[in-house]
Antibody, heavy 122, light 107 residues
Framework: EVQLVESGGGLVQPGGSLRLSCAAS????????MTWVRQPPGKGLEWISH????????YYAGSVRGRFTVSRDNAKNSLYLQLSSLRAEDTALYFC???????????????WGQGTLVTVSS | DIQMTQSPATVSASVGDRVTITCRAS??????LAWYQQKPGKAPKLLIY???NLESGVPSRFSGSGSGTEFTLTITSLQPDDFATYYC?????????FGQGTKVEIK
């Protein structure tokens, strides 16, 4: 069974930093790309980052580029998101998700974790 | 970035109704469109990928169609478990982008 479990969220002051983690199990982690998506309270979904299985390809949304850094440790079946220079508008539930290459060039995002809440406030 | 626009924002419907949600892309995404269902406090669930392909385990009352810039999600015979918010997402190019969501509520 595919499982994705996020952790590391919490309350942080504006300008602060936080590192989110996503523990993966139930699939061969290093063969899948991974994605981070966030959702501000009561609002819609915002895609923020993708990292390929070998970390060779990384993409970011413009709203976080230069402030957030995605990484992974395939030996630990773990995905990370380093959040820096945090702003009030970064307050959201952060989801990690799996990108599945089903024979097509563009992977679909199929399994999602339950999310970890980041609150940026003084 | 490709902008995704969903309509309507809210649908009021009854059990047994047919519901259609539209998603428009600001430029062609060929067929690289996914639909997700999200219930309050839960993670999104993939329903449809590549515009019209039903994800494994998803009931056949859900269907998707479209290509290029215009897509639809149809729920035939709405069930109590279907009251939720639905999002489209383009995965043709990065950054991937979502529509703003359509809430299907009880009439």
């Amino acid at each position: 069974e595919v499982q994705l479990v996020e952790s590391g969220g919490g309350l942080v002051q504006p300008g602060g930093s936080l590192r989110l983690s996503c523990a993966a199990s139930g699939f061969t982690f290093n063969t899948y790309g991974m994605t981070w998506v966030r959702q501000p309270p009561g609002k819609g979904l915002e895609w923020i980052s993708h990292i390929s299985g070998n970390s060779g390809t990384i993409y970011y949304a413009g709203s976080v580029r230069g402030r957030f850094t995605v990484s992974r440790d395939n030996a630990k079946n773990s995905l990370y998101l380093q959040l820096s220079s945090l702003r009030a508008e970064d307050t959201a539930l952060y989801f990690c998700a799996r990108d599945y290459y089903d024979g097509n060039p563009n992977p679909k995002t199929d399994y999602w974790g339950q999310g970890t809440l980041v609150t940026v406030s003084s | 970035d490709i902008q995704m626009t969903q309509s309507p924002a809210t649908v009021s419907a009854s059990v047994g109704d047919r519901v259609t949600i539209t998603c428009r892309a600001s430029q062609s995404i060929t067929g690289w469109l996914a639909w997700y269902q999200q219930k309050p406090g839960k993670a999104p669930k993939l329903l449809i990928y590549k515009a019209s392909n039903l994800e494994s385990g998803v009931p056949s009352r859900f269907s998707g169609s479209g290509s290029g810039t215009e897509f639809t999600l149809t729920i035939t015979s709405l069930q109590p478990d279907d009251f939720a918010t639905y999002y489209c997402q383009q995965y043709n190019t990065y950054p991937r982008t979502f529509g703003q969501g359509t809430k299907v509520e009880i009439k």
